[in-house]
């Protein structure tokens, strides 16, 4: 068993880490460091550098706290010989991702970026089903209520926090998944509410490595139905992800997949990496969402209050 920490017991660790890493077969939870939290039956801390001087005997940490400070803790627990789980998106820049690679090759240790809507139930099917076809087009629609899935997380607003490209990362980290070749960026329009720093939605015009048209468009203020679809024309039929990656149909034929279980997959692979002594840090759906702040028309919209 490899004894981990989990650092910034927030919404995601509580709702998917504590209960993977209690169910995983690989994984001890050994000690907890939050600011203002703790878990039940381990020892907790109150910050990152507290808890590994205080756990000499721990072998790796997952660093679920906003992106803006995963860095600096990942840094940390490089330095102290860890093994690294970093919660998406693996960092604020793309130049911090690249130090964090190259400080896990020099010590030695596993770096996982994860990406948890890649172990979607019907994102590998998909992947399969892709294979042998001809992509003419594909249209991703990421819209849901941020009041619903992401109330007072101020972090989310600020710079790096990512706004709506929070969860539309989601669905590029699949696109990413899903295509043989790298995606380019052609054009995306961005509205930030007048009193935020941070896009409530956003779209993107970008093009498959063969040429082929991808649409996105994310937006935060869908109320009612919440949709996280990514829908895939071919020259042999139309695919469609649902539910942000588990749910799959084909010419609107529901393909049989099995149950859900992002979160025990991800430390499943995260054990497997450890066991191999490899590192995995895929930058590409941060790249895009990149590309998108660098080139992308900005517009101002209404001001949104929590
Ligand atoms: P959250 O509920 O705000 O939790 C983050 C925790 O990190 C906080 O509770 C806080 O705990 C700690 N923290 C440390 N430094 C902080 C700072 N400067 N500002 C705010 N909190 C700080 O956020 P979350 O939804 O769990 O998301 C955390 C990460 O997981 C994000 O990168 C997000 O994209 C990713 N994620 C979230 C979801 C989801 O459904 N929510 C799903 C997948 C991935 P203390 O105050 O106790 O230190």
């Known amino acids: 068993m490899i004894r981990i ?22 994984f001890d939870l050994a000690a907890t460091a939050s600011r203002n939290a703790c878990a039940d039956g381990v020892a907790s801390y109150g910050d990152l550098a507290a808890m590994l001087k205080a756990e000499p005997e721990m072998q790796a940490v997952a660093l679920c706290q906003p992106p803006q400070v995963r860095h600096a803790a990942a840094r940390a627990a490089i330095a102290a010989g860890k093994h690294v789980f970093l919660e998406k998106p693996p960092g604020a820049t793309l ?16 770096l996982f970026a994860s990406w948890h809507s890649r172990f979607g139930a019907g994102v590998e099917p998909a ?41 539309g990362i989601n669905a590029l980290s699949i696109l990413t998944r899903l295509l043989p070749g790298p995606v380019r960026l052609e054009a995306a329009h961005l509205e930030f509410p007048s009193n935020r720093e941070a896009p409530i939605a956003a779209s993107m015009a970008l093009r498959t490595s063969d040429g082929a048209p991808i649409s996105a468009a994310f937006d935060w203020r869908q109320t009612g139905r919440q949709s996280w679809n990514i829908t895939v024309t071919t020259d042999a039929g139309v695919l469609l992800l649902a539910d942000g990656g588990n749910r799959l149909a084909i010419d609107g034929i529901a393909q049989p997949l099995p149950g859900e279980a992002e979160y025990p997959s991800l430390y499943a692979q995260f054990a497997s990496l450890i066991r191999d002594r490899r590192s995995d840090v895929d930058v590409s759906p941060l790249r895009l969402v990149a590309d998108a702040f660098l080139t992308g028309r900005r517009s101002s919209t209404d001001a949104f209050h929590d």
């Open 5 to 26: 920490g989990l650092v910034g017991l927030g919404k995601i660790a509580r709702d998917q880490h504590l209960p993977a890493i209690a169910a995983s077969a690989d």
């Open 95 to 110: 130049s911090e991702v690249e130090d964090l690679a190259q400080a896990a090759r020099q010590a030695g240790v596993t």
């Open 127 to 167: 992947r399969a089903w892709l294979t042998d076809k001809a992509i003419t087009g594909i249209a991703i629609e990421w819209k849901e209520d941020v009041r619903q899935w992401h109330p007072g997380q101020d972090w989310i607003w600020q710079p790096g926090g990512l706004g709506v490209f929070d969860p």
